[in-house]
């Protein structure tokens, strides 16, 4: 009898499941401009609460302690549109300035790789099928070149309406703050008195993962992104701050974020000469294994529970779905819910 009821619980669950994936592919551009606000908001509010709950303690209420937060955060947002922006734009315009010269060099490398295959004395069906590769492989990097600068271009188009999505969602985070009791207690009286403990269990779990998972990105991508900066500083890379935040940033990006972020920067120094490539490469390497072994266990201290291989698959899935924001958000979301199938099935057996 209990075999049947686990068997028809999976079964339950699996439909679910299933429905829900299959409601999300269906809407997911009207989900995205829903939900934005709203995951932006819960990562403004688990970023702030700490800061607020340290207030609190010092006899400073939690209204007054979120405004102090968002008034402090607004000075230092005008301080660096000042001073520290037009540095970086400077900085960017002149990396992007760089992409004609950089386009030529590689476009002379991979014509003179052309011509000693043409030249060689490789049997013809082995050229034929080298230059049919070598046509498909640069069809592809074209398509997604062109795909990047058309997101870029959109996303450019739309800043105005991610700058409310921004001011929404500081809204949304200072309610959530705030207001933090009188959304645990609406929660909970909708859930059966019976189920509530393993509701209060899930929740505090799901807390702990999204909690370690924002602190521990931001943390790391902030340690990564000066390391980087500094070291490409050291050998001479030019651009070094941006290709530094583009590390860093690209880092939040489980197992594929480092390779994504170390491409401008071999890009740039390939520009210079092969021995800084040799070097931003090394570079790279070393700082993504002091990384792996001291800064990302003891930041996030693997909390997630997740196994390697589940953490890739769901980044491809991420990424094929919702592009880099599925990327950046894949991970967490898949952990919470691998807790709420983990709780659900043992309160249904």
């Known amino acids: 009898m209990i075999g049947i009821r686990r068997v028809v619980s999976y079964i339950v669950l699996f439909l679910i499941g299933a429905a829900i994936i299959l409601f999300v592919t269906t809407y997911r551009d009207k989900l995205v401009k829903i939900f934005f606000p709203i995951v932006l ?55 992007i300035n760089t992409f004609p010269e950089l386009t030529l060099e590689y476009k002379n490398n991979f014509n003179n790789v052309v011509k000693m295959i043409d030249t060689s004395n490789w049997p013809p069906e082995i050229k034929n099928a080298v230059f049919r ?9 074209e398509t997604k070149i062109l795909n990047a600068l058309r997101n870029a271009l959109f996303g450019s188009i739309n ?42 269990a899930t929740c ?40 530094g935040i583009i590390g860093g940033i690209a880092n939040i990006v ?48 693997g909390r997630l529970g997740l196994h390697p291989v589940t953490t890739i698959l769901a980044v491809l899935a991420g990424e094929e779905f919702f592009g880099i924001t599925g990327m950046l958000v894949a991970v967490p979301v898949t952990a919470v819910l691998k807790v709420i199938l983990k709780r659900s099935i043992e309160a249904i057996v």
Do not use: C
């Open 41 to 95: 908001a819960g990562i403004l509010a688990y970023i702030i609460r700490p800061l607020v709950l340290k207030l609190e303690k010092r006899n400073i209420s939690r209204t007054k302690g979120i405004l102090l937060i968002y008034l402090v955060s607004g000075i230092v947002l005008i301080v660096s549109v000042i001073f520290i922006v037009p540095v970086l734009v400077n900085n960017t315009r002149e990396f």
């Open 204 to 243: 505090r779990e799901i807390n702990d993962i999204l909690s370690s998972f924002i602190h521990g990105q931001i943390l790391t991508a902030v340690i990564i992104g000066i390391m980087e900066a500094t070291v490409l500083l050291i050998i001479g890379i030019k651009y070094a701050p941006i290709l």
């Open 133 to 141: 590769e070598i046509n498909n492989t640069a069809g592809i990097l």
């Open 254 to 301: 489980p197992y594929f974020g480092p390779f994504i972020g170390a491409i401008p920067a071999v890009a740039v120094a390939f520009i210079d000469s092969p021995v800084k490539v040799i070097w931003t490469v090394v570079a790279f390497v070393v700082i993504q294994q002091i990384d792996n072994a001291f800064i990302s266990p003891k930041i996030i201290e």
């Open 159 to 200: 800043a105005a309406a991610r700058i409310g999505d921004f001011i929404i969602a500081m809204i949304i985070a200072y309610y959530l703050i705030k207001d933090a009791e009188f959304f645990k207690r609406n929660f909970l009286s909708l859930v059966p008195k019976g189920w509530r403990n393993n509701a209060i």
